[in-house]
Structures are given as C-alpha cells and as structure tokens.
Nanobody, 120 residues
Framework: QVQLVESGGGLVQAGDSLRLSCAAS????????MAWFRQAPGKEREYVAA??????YYADSVKGRFTISRDNAKNTVWLQMNSLKPEDTAVYYC???????????????WGQGTQVTVSS
C-alpha cells in the first residue's frame, strides 16, 4: 500500500502562489489516481483536484487558479496554487485511489496534511 507525505504548506498573502508536494512510497505509484482535498476549521472536507492517466478534475472553487500534476518517475504529485485567497486557508491532504474513474470517490491512502494559511 502506498504511503503519502505532504509538504509545502505555509503562510502567504492573498494573491501569492504556493506549491504543495505529495511524496509517495511504493513501486506502484503510477497505477494510482491521486487527489488533493482540503478542510478548513468547522467545515467539511472539500475535494480540490484529482489526476489519473486519463485526465484531471478540479473543483469549481479552484478551477483556473490551481493545477494538479504528477511525475510517476519521482512518485510525486503537486498542487500549484496561484492567486490564493483567504478562503483557501485549510489543511490540505493528498490521497491515493486505485479506482479508474476521474474523479475517484474512494481512497486507500491519505497523507497527514499540510497547513495553508492565506492572509488578507
């Protein structure tokens, strides 16, 4: 089973950019669909983006500002976040799924999360 470790979170100002990384262990990373979620205090977890071999998915709230990408040779998936807004403040999690659909709705592994705080 794949294990995931996120990094790259931090405190930025509105309008800034940030890139999150999710490093995966295991030799079958390329077979997983990967996704990013976020959860703000007092709010439900929100699906942000996903990527597999056939395409990508973005939530409407981040479309045009965030980009998900992956490098299977590096066992890494990234979330490039541009034009950040205070409402993007949350703990961001990456997740791995063996499902073929995009976006996948069931996940077999989760990272521990990385905090992103956007000040106004």
């Amino acid at each position: 089973q794949v294990q995931l470790v996120e990094s790259g979170g931090g405190l930025v100002q509105a309008g800034d950019s940030l890139r999150l990384s999710c490093a995966a262990s295991g030799r079958t990373f390329s077979s997983y669909a990967m996704a990013w979620f976020r959860q703000a205090p007092g709010k439900e977890r929100e699906y942000v983006a996903a990527i597999n071999w056939s395409g990508t998915y973005y939530a409407d709230s981040v479309k045009g500002r965030f980009t998900i990408s992956r490098d299977n040779a590096k066992n890494t998936v990234w979330l490039q976040m541009n034009s950040l807004k205070p409402e993007d403040t949350a703990v961001y999690y990456c997740a791995a799924s063996v499902l073929a659909t995009i976006p996948p709705r069931s996940f077999s592994a989760w990272g521990q999360g990385t905090q992103v705080t956007v000040s106004s």
